[in-house]
């Protein structure tokens, strides 16, 4: 894909992808930044966020926003859905067929011609509904 878009598939890009893709946690900025200083040591943060940018904007990798500022990120690029935790925010994939009705509903309710949909569920996950 980087190379359809004339980017170049450099040493921190090939990397900061393959920390994400093998990472099912769905990490901050900052945790990949730790991971991939293990590799390049000298990589900036600025690097890794502009990086995941790009890389988003190509479709390679999701980035999953939480609340107004907090962002996370999933090298899992094809469309699939989240579970939130309320009490501790862990993310987990859900393994679900998409919801193609829904989105043929929501067309047919405002005339719009409907691209695609996010959903996400939220609620506790085991560790902390036990702990509650």
């Keep these: 894909m980087l190379e359809r878009q004339n ?14 893709r093998k990472d099912y946690t769905h990490p901050s900025a900052d945790q990949i930044y730790d991971k991939v200083r293990q590799t390049i040591p000298r990589i900036s943060l600025g690097t890794v966020y502009r990086n995941l940018e790009v890389l988003c904007r ?3 990798i999701q980035k999953l926003k939480l609340g107004r ?12 859905y989240h579970m939130r935790c309320l009490d501790c925010n862990r993310l987990d994939d859900a393994a679900l067929a998409p919801l193609k009705s829904i989105e043929d509903e929501a067309g047919a309710v405002t005339d719009y ?20």
């Design 113 to 132: 011609k409907v691209l695609g949909h996010r959903l996400e569920f939220v609620g506790f996950c085991p560790q902390c509904s036990i702990q509650s």
């Design 7 to 20: 980017l170049r598939i450099t040493r921190q890009r090939r990397t900061i992808l393959k920390e994400l």
């Design 58 to 60: 190509l479709g390679e």
């Design 69 to 80: 500022t907090k962002k996370r990120f999933d090298g899992n690029s094809d469309f699939h």
